[in-house]
Nanobody, 117 residues
Framework: QVQVMESGGGLVQAGGSLRLSCAAS?????????MGWYRQPPGKERELVAF???????RYSDSVRGRFAISREKGKNTVYLQMNGLKPEDTAVYYC??????????WGQGTQVTVSS
C-alpha cells in the first residue's frame, strides 16, 4: 500500500525557517511521480504551495515564491519543502500529495506549522 508521511512541522517565530519532509513508501521508487505540497490555514480551503514534476520542474504559489523551495531526493523517495522568511499567514496544516494520475493521488496526514508574530 502506497503511503506518504510528512514531518518537520512545528512552532517558529516570524522570519524563521523550517524544512518539511515528505516520505513516500510502498514501492521501490516514485521517480515517475509528481509530488506537491499543499496547506490549509485555519478556516480556509486547502491550497497549492509548491509542486515538483517527475522531471524536476517546479512551480510555486505567488504567496511563497522566493521564500519556499521544493526539492526531491529520488533515491530516498522523499520531497522537501524548505521554508524561509516565515510569516504568521503561513500558519497552516501542510500536506504532501503523491500524484499517480489525474484520477488518483495519495495524501499524507499533514503536519502543523505555526508561525508566531
Amino acid at each position: 500500500q502506497v503511503q506518504v508521511m510528512e514531518s518537520g512541522g512545528g512552532l517558529v517565530q516570524a522570519g524563521g525557517s523550517l524544512r518539511l519532509s515528505c516520505a513516500a513508501s510502498g514501492r521501490s521508487t516514485f521517480g515517475s511521480n509528481s509530488m506537491g505540497w499543499y496547506r490549509q490555514p485555519p478556516g480556509k480551503e486547502r491550497e497549492l504551495v509548491a509542486f515538483i514534476s517527475s522531471g524536476g520542474e517546479t512551480r510555486y504559489s505567488d504567496s511563497v515564491r522566493g521564500r519556499f523551495a521544493i526539492s526531491r531526493e529520488k533515491g530516498k523517495n522523499t520531497v522537501y519543502l524548505q521554508m524561509n522568511g516565515l510569516k504568521p499567514e503561513d500558519t497552516a496544516v501542510y500536506y504532501c500529495k503523491l500524484v499517480f494520475s489525474s484520477l488518483y493521488d495519495v495524501w499524507g496526514q499533514g503536519t502543523q506549522v505555526t508561525v508566531s508574530s
